[in-house]
Nanobody, 115 residues
Framework: QVQMVESGGGLVQPGGSLRLSCAAS????????MGWFRQAPGKERDIVAT????????YYADSVKGRFTISRDNAKNMVYLQMNSLKPEDTAVYYC????????WGQGTQVTVSS
């Protein structure tokens, strides 16, 4: 079974920063494009950012461009999301998965942006 464990969320004030981490199983990670997704209360899960296996291709949702940066460490099977200039509308549970997503999701990590 695919396993992904997200961490790094928390409560932060508007304008603050957080760095999310995702530890993926080797089977998931190998040669896979990876992505971060988020789901706000009452809304569907949306894509936030993706990165190709080699890191040469990235995608960002318009709402996070210029503020979020995705990165990965293939040797460690890790994916990261650096989030700067956070806004209240970034509040959501954040998940990582392959892109396109596989059928299994981790528990996610809660990000709350509030003063």
């Amino acid at each position: 079974q695919v396993q992904m464990v997200e961490s790094g969320g928390g409560l932060v004030q508007p304008g603050g920063s957080l760095r999310l981490s995702c530890a993926a199983s080797r089977r998931t990670f190998s040669w896979a494009n990876m992505g971060w997704f988020r789901q706000a209360p009452g809304k569907e899960r949306d894509i936030v950012a993706t990165m190709s296996w080699g890191g040469g291709t990235t995608y960002y949702a318009d709402s996070v461009k210029g503020r979020f940066t995705i990165s990965r460490d293939n040797a460690k099977n890790m994916v990261y999301l650096q989030m700067n200039s956070l806004k209240p509308e970034d509040t959501a549970v954040y998940y990582c998965n392959t892109q396109p997503p596989g059928p299994y999701w981790g528990q996610g990590t809660q990000v709350t942006v509030s003063s």
